[in-house]
């Protein structure tokens, strides 16, 4: 499956975006879906999961209750709402996709398709 992920910019600390993935090439309803993020120098991290079961969840704290994750199986798409941004919000946002759930949605290597990646810079 291919990923294409979009909706990125630059907004001012306590906006809002709304980034989305658009999956191609196969069904998109199979695979459990992730958004991480990398700042400039540190690692990728988990940020939200949208399973194929219809379960979704949130990496602790930094995110939660700002960031609202969906999908759509009928448009092959999956979105990322993200209210009340900050600062240290800023980084490069990924799209991935998991055919096989191992555990855990929140471990990248478990993600065999990625999105380019789209940016995102949160201004004080």
């Known amino acids: 499956v291919q990923l294409q992920a979009s909706g990125g910019g630059l907004v001012q600390a306590g906006g809002s975006l709304r980034l989305s993935c658009a999956a191609s090439?196969?069904?998109?309803?199979?695979?459990?879906m992730g958004w991480f993020r990398q700042a400039p120098g540190k690692e990728r991290e988990f940020v939200a999961y949208?399973?194929?079961?219809?379960?979704?969840?949130y990496s602790a704290d930094s995110v939660k209750g700002r960031f609202t994750i969906s999908r759509d199986n009928g448009k092959n798409t999956m979105y990322l709402q993200m209210n009340h941004l900050k600062p240290a919000d800023t980084a490069v946002y990924f799209c991935?996709?998991?055919?096989?759930?191992?555990?855990?949605?929140?471990?990248?290597?478990?993600?065999?398709?990625w999105g380019q990646g789209t940016q995102v810079t949160v201004s004080s």
């Open positions: 991935a996709a998991n055919k096989y759930y191992t555990g855990t949605y929140s471990n990248r290597y478990d993600y065999s398709y």
């Open positions: 090439g196969r069904t998109f309803s199979p695979y459990n």
């Open positions: 949208y399973g194929r079961s219809g379960i979704s969840g």
